[in-house]
């Protein structure tokens, strides 16, 4: 007997998360798996990011019952090991037995015949062991820090950090937060479609919303499933988009319609779109905005998103923006968007990959290249203009830290995140951080972890 379509397509993610540092919600998202019923295509998804998340506690789970290092192991097995593991101790829906056979038939299918009575003996082990012994084995790590590594399947190196600023309660809580499915939110585009024709699409199809309390226009999917495959989605009468990456561009563009006239608006880091489109939609339609990224073929993605919405008034530009930008004057915009590249680190709940691939050395480079970044867009903006800055991160570096050394160059700019947020209709209590800008937390507000700072330049 084959495979069944979902454990085939959540191993091939899998694979190529591990040896080509793919994402998997991108390729789940591709038109390789378009073929899947909704049904596979929603397990598919949920082995594929649910072993993303419990990584680590997998890993210590085979190791216990295999008897053996991982490092001893084919890729292949261990994949499969995993996905069964996961089946057993995450997924009471899912029999044991097919969860089972399941991995064992994936191993032979990859010409593994000889590793198949080790797959079935591991797994029969787990079963007999339960999710209580797994537990008590968990719970009985001696170091503190290794425990809550593997209870909460985050890296030690990152819990530490978490740890020193939190405590160990609010640590643990971000952690698991991060490991839950995200929520999945949206913003209408009356470009494409009216709103009240677009809600009455929803309501007929089963799609449960409410408004957000963090983003202005933007809605929350509280019942039902809206997939990117979707009538509204591909014919663009909404584009699903998180709230935070929501605020980041109402922060970048609110109130400057009334300001002047023509404004024009750079968004330094545009790809794949979803700030740039929707800062055309909030800014006049006589607005310029440039939508500038390093690379040619993210730029294409970016423009045919705009034109999925019926957004026209962009035009593009290829750059680096660590490199002096190649415009004629200085000063020539009237708010600059600096979405910069970063950890990810805000973002595990939809790209849990990101904690396995990331390090404090990593977050460091990245650190020295915001920087040169945030210096780069500053001399674009016009005095009395604005330059915002975001990273979807948890980590100081790539956000308060960028901000204080970037002042300590530039006392022109002034920190305008506080009058922002209340213009905006917000309170920017539980938002705003300790010294710059403001923050979202995953365990907090239930969004992506965001860090959002908006600089006025002063007349």
């Known amino acids: 007997m084959q495979v069944t379509e979902a454990r085939q397509a959540a191993f091939e993610v899998l694979w190529r998360v591990e040896t080509e540092e793919a994402y998997a919600s991108h390729l789940l998202a591709s038109s390789r798996y378009g073929h899947l019923s909704p049904e596979d295509h929603s397990l598919a998804q949920e082995l594929t990011l649910g072993v993303l998340r419990w990584r680590a506690q997998l890993d210590f789970l085979i190791e216990r019952h295999a008897g053996r290092r991982l490092s001893k192991l084919d890729l292949a097995v261990i994949i499969a090991l995993r996905l069964g593991l996961y089946q057993l101790n995450f997924l009471a829906r899912i029999p044991p037995h097919a969860a ?95 709103e009240t024709q677009t809600r009455a699409w929803l309501f007929e199809h089963g799609i449960g919303m409410r408004a957000s309390a963090l ?67 909030l800014l006049p339609a006589d607005a310029l905005i440039v939508a500038a990224d390093l690379h040619l073929h993210r730029l294409r993605l970016t423009r045919e998103i705009a034109a999925r919405l019926n957004v026209s008034h962009l035009d593009f530009i290829q750059l680096d923006a660590t490199r002096p930008l190649p415009f004629t004057e200085p000063g020539n915009f009237d708010t600059v968007l600096v979405d910069a590249p970063c950890s990810g ?73 506080r009058e922002r947020l209340i213009e905006l209709g917000l309170d920017p209590t539980p938002l705003l951080t300790s010294s710059h800008g403001a923050r979202t937390f995953t365990h907090r507000q239930g969004v992506e972890s965001f860090f959002v700072c908006v600089l006025w330049k002063r007349r």
């Open 215 to 281: 983003a202005p226009q933007a809605a929350v999917i509280e019942s039902g499933t809206l997939s990117a495959h979707s009538e509204p989605v591909q014919k663009g009468w909404i584009y699903l988009q998180g709230e935070a990456s929501q605020l980041v561009a109402h922060l970048a563009a609110v109130n400057l319609n009334s300001s002047a006239q023509h404004l024009k608006a750079l968004d330094l880091c545009a790809a794949p779109g979803s700030k740039t489109t929707q800062m055309a939609s």
């Open 345 to 417: 680190l805000g973002t595990l709940q939809p790209h849990p990959e990101i904690k396995w691939r990331m390090s404090a050395q990593k977050i460091r480079e990245l650190a020295a290249l915001q920087r040169q970044m945030l210096v780069n867009a500053a001399s674009q903006v016009r005095a009395g203009g604005l330059l915002t800055y975001a990273v979807c991160t948890t980590e100081p570096e790539e956000g308060e830290e960028v901000i204080a050394w970037f002042r300590s160059q530039h006392s022109e700019y002034r920190d305008l995140t």
């Open 100 to 194: 089972i056979n399941e991995s064992v038939k994936l191993v032979k299918e990859k010409k593994l015949q000889s590793a198949a009575p080790f797959v079935n003996a591991v797994l029969r082990a787990a079963q007999r062991a339960g999710r209580e012994e797994a537990n008590a084995a968990i719970g009985s790590i001696a170091d503190p820090l290794a425990r809550l590594s593997i209870e909460t399947s985050h890296p030690a190196w990152l819990l530490e950090r978490w740890v020193r600023r939190f405590g160990v309660d609010e640590a643990h809580a971000l952690a698991i937060a991060n490991n839950t499915t995200p929520r999945a939110a949206f913003r209408f585009n009356p470009l494409r479609q009216d």
